[in-house]
T-cell receptor, first 112, second 111 residues
Framework: EADIYQTPRYLVIGTGKKITLECSQT?????MYWYQQDPGMELHLIHY???????EKGDLSSESTVSRIRTEHFPLTLESARPSHTSQYLC???????????FGPGTRLTVL | SQQGEEDPQALSIQEGENATMNCSYK?????LQWYRQNSGRGLVHLIL?????REKHSGRLRVTLDTSKKSSSLLITASRAADTASYFC???????????FGTGTRLQVFP
């Protein structure tokens, strides 16, 4: 079944740890996105990719990094987590010119 | 600056009533989309309206777009408790592939 997956769904971790949030999609979409969303607030684009080996920074500055080695996989890494990174991280993908985006369920990250 | 702002920020209604949410944006667009987000979950695409369209329907949803006022509205008719969620508008800045999301309207429908 075509879908977009994120793991883990919830992560509680201590300051200074390195973490990787996983995002995979089985729809064959070229474009993928990472958003950061604080509770009850709007989404902010932090990274996007137009295809393999393409990564761009979004509108909101982020200390995270991303990679796109395979079409279906777009992981996000924080080298040293801090409490200010506590938020929900949403991954999305899209295809074509309509920009309709398909979202994963999100990862809720808490850094203590 | 934020592209989209939504009004109201929160809305509480009874089942069976209609819910109207408004979105304003700042720059020229190719299209405007509405998304729904259940608490703690990802967003789900509801409907897309192109810049050359003025109104679009999908089931109990009705979307209007006024490009001269840079605004859109989402009407949910005969609301149900299951419609309780946050609703976001999103615009693509003309000439880009990125979406910019509004601040969202939190809708609560009481049984």
């Amino acid at each position: 079944e075509a879908d977009i997956y994120q793991t883990p769904r919830y992560l509680v971790i201590g300051t200074g740890k390195k973490i990787t949030l996983e995002c995979s999609q089985t729809m064959g979409h070229d474009k993928m996105y990472w958003y950061q969303q604080d509770p009850g607030m709007e989404l902010h684009l932090i990274h996007y990719s137009y295809g393999v080996n393409s990564t761009e920074k979004g509108d909101l500055s982020s200390e995270s990094t991303v990679s796109r080695i395979r079409t279906e996989h777009f992981p996000l890494t924080l080298e040293s987590a801090r409490p200010s990174h506590t938020s929900q991280y949403l991954c999305a993908s899209s295809e074509g010119r309509s920009n309709e985006q398909f979202f994963g369920p999100g990862t809720r990250l808490t850094v203590l | 600056s934020q592209q989209g702002e939504e009004d109201p920020q929160a809305l509480s209604i009874q089942e069976g009533e209609n819910a109207t949410m408004n979105c304003s944006y700042k720059t020229s667009i190719n299209n405007l989309q509405w998304y729904r987000q259940n608490s703690g979950r990802g967003l789900v695409h509801l409907i897309l309206i192109r810049s050359n369209e003025r109104e679009k329907h999908s089931g109990r949803l009705r979307v209007t777009l006024d490009t001269s006022k840079k605004s859109s509205s989402l009407l949910i008719t005969a609301s149900r408790a299951a419609d309780t969620a946050s609703y976001f508008c999103a615009t693509d800045a003309f000439g880009t592939d990125k979406l910019i999301f509004g601040t969202g309207t939190r809708l609560q429908v009481f049984p």
